[in-house]
């Protein structure tokens, strides 16, 4: 279909369908209307919107997976008992 890009009177953009008159985008930068009918068109004729950025699978470590070495074997207490000398 055919977009454009009008610009509205208070400097922002919106993006239009000049068919229907149908309103994709109101009130956004110039650059966000470009990529809006860039998307747009990719959608409408069948074609994924990136294929260039997958998420990457996480390695299920969670939180402390990247401190998995500083944690202590002893609770707390039994480390201070032997810090303290006691």
Same mark, same amino acid.
């Given at each position: 279909?055919?977009?454009?890009?009008?610009?509205?009177?208070?400097?922002?953009?919106?993006?239009?369908?000049?068919?229907?008159? &149908?309103?994709?985008? =109101? !009130?956004?930068? $110039?650059?966000?209307?470009? @990529?809006?009918?860039?998307? *747009?068109?990719?959608?409408?004729?069948?074609?994924?919107?990136?294929?260039? &950025?997958?998420?990457? =699978? !996480?390695?299920? $470590?969670?939180?402390?997976? @990247?401190?998995?070495?500083? *944690?202590?074997?002893?609770?707390?207490?039994?480390?201070?008992?032997?810090?303290?000398?006691?």
């Amino acid at each position: 279909m055919p977009y454009t890009i009008l610009k509205n009177s208070d400097g922002t953009y919106r993006v239009e369908n000049k068919e229907t008159g &149908k309103v994709h985008a =109101k !009130s956004t930068s $110039k650059a966000n209307a470009e @990529k809006q009918i860039i998307a *747009m068109n990719m959608a409408e004729h069948g074609q994924p919107l990136d294929k260039s &950025k997958k998420r990457k =699978k !996480s390695k299920g $470590k969670g939180m402390m997976g @990247k401190h998995k070495g500083s *944690m202590p074997d002893r609770p707390p207490h039994e480390i201070m008992r032997d810090f303290m000398g006691r």
